[in-house]
């Protein structure tokens, strides 16, 4: 009897922490390498990002003025995610810039969020990210990111053929007309 009770109390454990939101906060590139904190709802319910405290204060002094404001606005929000879904926030650097030029490379984040339900429990976390991490990391780009780049390195080539095929046709035009 004893075991019965410890299995379901056990499964209502589980069951209420599956009903709970996850916010998972990670750095990410975006287009190879602008860096960006990405705030992910990893989660089965929607979830209410209320707070975003960049703690590290002279990591955020390192970044442009703009941003700087930017990441002030954060500390009262009211940013909604649902499931499976994510919001990105670009530093407005890339990261070898981080890496190559800033002095202090760690930064720390304070966030809350909640259930959007009124009158839930707020969680209350923090993540730190160490670019210098990172910076050992190949960056993996995909074989379309790289057919694209592909393509723009060939674009000026074309337009060069074009332009001589142009010119040659004129020139030809022009021969004939005097020949004849």
């Known amino acids: 009897m004893l075991a019965a009770w410890v299995t379901i109390i056990y499964l209502l454990a ?16 975006v287009r190879s390498s602008l860096a960006c904190i990405t705030f992910r709802n990893v989660g089965e319910c929607a979830l209410e ?7 590290s204060e002279n990591f955020v002094k390192q970044l442009p003025a703009n941003t700087q404001e930017r990441i002030k606005k954060l500390e009262e929000t009211k940013i909604r995610i649902f499931p499976n879904s994510l919001h990105v926030f670009s530093l407005d ?4 810039t981080i890496l190559n030029e800033y002095e202090i490379k760690e930064v720390a984040i304070d966030y809350e969020y909640r259930k959007i339900v009124k009158y839930q429990k707020i ?3 923090q993540s730190i990210i160490d670019f ?6 190949l960056v993996y780009i995909s074989e379309t990111n790289e057919l694209q780049s592909s393509v723009d390195h060939l674009l000026p080539e074309i337009k060069e053929i074009k332009r001589l095929i142009a010119t040659t046709k004129v020139c030809d035009t022009t021969e004939s007309s005097i020949s004849e």
């Not at 589980?14 to 998972?24: A, G, I, V």
């Not at 650097?93 to 070898?96: E, F, G, M, Q």
């Not at 210098?132 to 990391?137: I, K």
């Open 14 to 29: 589980e069951r209420n922490n599956r009903r709970r939101p996850y916010l998972q906060i990670s750095f990410e590139l």
């Open 49 to 55: 990002l209320s707070s975003i405290r960049f703690i």
């Open 93 to 96: 650097v890339i990261t070898s």
């Open 123 to 125: 969680y209350k976390e």
């Open 132 to 137: 210098s991490q990172y910076g050992t990391m």
